[in-house]
């Protein structure tokens, strides 16, 4: 729990910067056009069709479409950016529908008094239109505001912080506590927030002067800390921190800690961690320089990014082709093999297979069409499963989508008969499960790889030397341990991150390691 | 004071007023009498641009209304309508003062002219300043409403059937009312009415439109006497038709 509360303000004040500024640029469309919409009747019904089409967009898939397409603008397309964009088109519709709502709910008549009395049209807008359409516009506020809240915590995978890191790595590590905090934290902002706009619209309405001045200074407070908090990196380069990619895994989380914790301890630089990111995302993150550093597996680069699809190559060639293909393709340089690997793998239960004489993947092929596959989000439209489909010519009879953490309850318990996963996962001897052996090569090797950010080799030679000081220093059993503690056993990934770390300068001595 | 020329409102193929001419004299009232639909709003709202003409020209002490900015023009005509239309988010003060704040006015100056104003229209100024419009009876909202008109000291005023949707006794009152303040203030107005009384009591002259068009205009007088059309005659007639079918029901009730 302490844990969990420790990471709040970061959270808090990422979720509050994306919110308040996305609710400002809504707002700052949607009312100006609204009004425009009472104005020129033409514009009406394409602007309500355009906002009430982008409203029916799935909100976590308008934010991830953000990332190729501010990608192929070739702007920043990772973090602070897509999210913003994709809270702010979110909270255009209901402001501007309830604006126009609003302003065309004016009595007629005194629409007419208003002219008649000798308004212009600029002060018939701004004395009787504006506060008689108030109420409604003011609901509409409210509700973009509580979505914008809500909808904020699915920025996470588009590489914003947001308190959505507590949800989506609560989910992955079966972390309750951090998915509670996460949920309560962003309710109470949703509550506070909507409070504040409706506290201030009846204090404008009975014309409370004290009550609207307090809920103005406490709005223009969280403003004004949102502003600071995003200028503060900006105006001291040299302290921005060292930032940590993590993807959305139980392992991920872990390795993301342990790298940062290492670094703060080895360089006393601070570091900042970027969590739950999918795994192109992470990549092109730090291909960007979005983010510094993070662990990928050979396997997975040499197939996604290097497009490659021989089968059988050994452990040393895979290694150093994507050593020299990440140097002179993207400047990225590979501090570390931490020494383990964590390959794809199919396993099944041990009883079923002893029952069906299963042990290669081979011995599968003509048994597959019975059977039912479950795979994490990515694994079936990944190369490494086309890879073994076609290599094997498995077909199976079902093949299920579902959450990683859910997975190996699935199999065991028989809802699906085999499972991809992962050959590090504790898991796996935990659930008695036995992994098929791919005799014929089709899945490449996966040594865990520390990548670095070009401009982090360039501007902080010595993270990249204590960086490279972790080679070698965990192993696959030493691997498999730390996510069963956190997977089965409800250890947090900090504390088994500063776990390892203890231990390590146990083993070695401070003298040797500097 | 007031000029129409030829004036001509079309809407499509629906023509609302046809080549109406006509003169309103400085401190006159005239009423513009007529049936639904037979353009005596449309006429009125021409005067001061809240429906502009198709054609023709509105000359207002001698200069056409057109190359004035519609705001300036309207500031200086009050206007009062049946809906009354008072601005529900402000206060009766705040209401009648609207014009003058519009115009400039100092607070001060403002404050005295709203109690001026409250207690030219019978209403005490004390208990009414403050309250909200839906505070008010329909005949003191419309008491509001032309206060408000009056608030800017126009020397002009358009009334659109003020006192229409009120109920008789309270309409007989404003009437009395209205008659008295015209009288002190030495104002021109024109008064748009369906009701003929309405139009005998406060009439100077009385303009007769049916269908868009101008069918006769002169002093109540000369109107009864020399009715142009078989409608006028029979609308002059309207009072006096309607006192005795009151007179014959009581005969037959024996009263």
Aim: charged residues 20%; hydrophobic residues 45%.
């Amino acid at each position: 729990m302490s844990e969990q509360l420790a990471l709040l303000p970061g959270y808090l004040t990422a979720h509050l910067q994306l919110t308040l500024l996305a609710l400002l640029s809504s707002a700052a469309v949607s009312l100006p056009l609204g009004v425009a919409v009472t104005r020129v009747r033409w514009l009406e019904q394409p602007a309500l069709g355009v906002a009430g089409v982008i409203q029916t967009i799935p909100s976590l898939a308008l934010l991830a479409v953000m990332v190729p397409l501010l990608a192929a603008l070739g702007l920043q397309s990772i973090g602070f950016l897509p999210a913003f964009i994709g809270l702010t088109l979110y909270g255009v519709l209901p402001m501007l529908r309830n604006t126009v709502t609003g302003i065309a709910g004016v009595d007629p008549a005194i629409r007419e008094a208003a002219r008649a009395v000798g308004m212009t049209p600029a002060q018939q807008l701004r004395r009787v239109e504006l506060p008689l359409a108030m109420p409604v516009i003011v609901a509409g506020i409210r509700t973009a505001t509580v979505w914008t809240v809500g909808i904020a915590t699915l920025s996470t995978p588009v590489g914003a912080t947001s308190l959505g890191n507590y949800i989506f790595s609560g989910l992955q590590t079966r972390n309750s506590t951090a998915v509670l905090v996460g949920c309560v934290a962003a309710a109470a902002l949703a509550m506070l927030l909507d409070g504040l706009v409706r506290a201030l619209e009846t204090g404008v309405r009975t014309r409370r002067r004290r009550r609207v001045a307090v809920v103005v200074a406490a709005m223009a407070a969280l403003y004004l800390y949102t502003g600071l908090t995003l200028a503060a990196p900006l105006l001291s380069r040299s302290g921005r921190p060292v930032t940590i990619g993590a993807k959305t895994f139980t392992e991920q989380y872990i390795l993301a800690h342990l790298l940062g914790q290492w670094v703060e301890r080895e360089t006393g630089r601070p570091t900042t961690q970027r969590q739950s990111l999918g795994s192109m995302v992470a990549f092109n993150a730090l291909a960007a320089g979005d983010i510094d550093v993070y662990v990928d597996y050979s396997g997975t680069l040499w197939a996604n990014e290097m497009g490659r699809q021989t089968v059988g190559m050994d452990r040393a060639t895979v290694l150093a082709e994507v050593r020299t293909f990440l140097a002179d393709a993207h400047g990225i340089r590979v501090a570390a093999t931490l020494g383990f690997e964590n390959a794809y793998a199919v396993a099944m239960r041990a009883r079923d297979a002893d029952a069906m004489r299963l042990t290669r993947l081979s011995d599968l092929t003509p048994l597959a069409p019975g059977l039912s596959m479950g795979g994490d989000y990515e694994f079936f439209s990944r190369p490494e499963w086309v890879a073994i489909r076609d290599t094997y010519g498995l077909a199976f009879g079902e093949q299920r989508t579902m959450d990683p953490a859910l997975m190996y309850q699935a199999v065991a318990q028989g809802a699906v008969d085999l499972i991809s996963a992962f050959t590090t996962d504790g898991r796996i001897s935990a659930f008695d499960l036995r992994v098929l052996e791919d005799d014929r090569a089709a899945i490449p090797p996966y040594d865990a790889l520390i990548l670095v950010s070009a401009r982090l080799a360039r501007d902080w030679p010595d993270v990249l030397v204590a960086l490279a000081r972790l080679d070698g220093a965990i192993d696959v059993d030493t691997m498999r341990r730390m996510n069963l503690d956190v997977d089965e056993r409800g250890a947090d990934p900090i504390t088994v991150a500063a776990d390892f770390l203890s231990g390590l300068s146990r083993a070695r001595p401070a003298g040797e390691t500097r | 004071m007031i000029e129409l020329q030829y004036l001509t409102k079309r809407y499509g193929n629906q023509v609302a007023v046809r080549d109406l001419s006509l003169t309103v004299d400085e401190g006159e009232l005239l009423v513009l009498l007529g049936g639904s639909g037979s353009g005596k709003t449309t006429t009125l709202k021409m005067i001061n641009r809240l429906i502009e003409p198709s054609a023709g020209s509105v000359l207002v002490d001698g200069r056409d209304v057109a190359e004035l900015a519609p705001h300036d023009l309207r500031r200086r005509i009050g206007y009062a309508f049946q809906q009354v239309g008072l601005f529900p988010h402000m206060t009766v003060a705040e209401n009648i003062g609207i014009t003058p704040a519009l115009l400039g006015w100092t607070e001060d100056k403002l404050r005295r002219r709203v109690d001026e104003l409250l207690a030219l229209v019978e209403l005490d100024p004390d208990e009414t300043r403050d309250r909200r419009p839906d505070q008010l009876s329909g005949g003191q909202q419309q008491r509001v409403g032309v206060a408000r008109a009056l608030a800017a000291r126009p020397r002009l005023m358009l009334l659109d059937e003020p006192f229409g949707a009120l109920d008789p006794l309270t309409r007989h009152r404003l009437q009395e009312s209205f008659v008295r303040i015209r009288r002190e203030l030495g104002l021109t107005a024109v008064f748009v009415t369906h009701d003929m009384v309405e139009a005998l009591v406060l009439g100077d002259r009385i303009a007769v439109l049916q269908a868009g068009r101008l069918v006769q205009v002169g002093t109540p007088r000369t109107l009864m006497r020399e009715p142009a059309n078989d409608y006028v005659r029979q609308l002059l007639d309207t009072p006096r038709r309607e006192a005795q079918l009151v007179e014959s029901l009581l005969a037959r009730e024996g009263l």
